[in-house]
């Protein structure tokens, strides 16, 4: 993922260009990385549940500044750009990401 956000443009690979085809993809990579860190903090975190929606809410601030910071970042790297957008599509998937982790947690899914 740090590869592909901070890599000049010429260095990233050739995707599909549709309109929005960037956003797929910053949604796609934060949710992914949601779904993924939301499971390491369940499997190495045993804590009651008040706990544990504290952690998940810190969690969640930490990686919203980071999906911001990402693209603050990306204004010093050749070829690429800021864009407010792309920080929003950041944003709604670490939320989203998160909330599909939480959701089938709790239902018990083999997928987390």
Do not use: C
């Amino acid at each position: 993922m740090a590869y592909a956000l901070f890599s000049p443009a010429s260095n990233v690979p050739n995707i599909p260009k549709f309109y929005g085809s960037d956003k797929v993809i910053h949604f796609g990579m934060f949710a992914g990385m949601a779904i993924l860190w939301s499971r390491v903090i369940r499997e190495k975190v045993d804590i009651k549940y008040k706990n544990s929606i504290k952690l998940f809410t810190n969690y969640l601030v930490l990686w919203i500044f980071i999906a911001i910071l990402t693209e603050y970042l990306q204004r010093l790297v050749p070829g690429r750009s800021f864009d407010y957008f792309d920080i929003i599509t950041n944003i709604v998937g670490v939320i989203i990401g998160t909330g599909i982790f939480i959701y089938l947690n709790k239902r018990g899914s083999v997928l987390v």
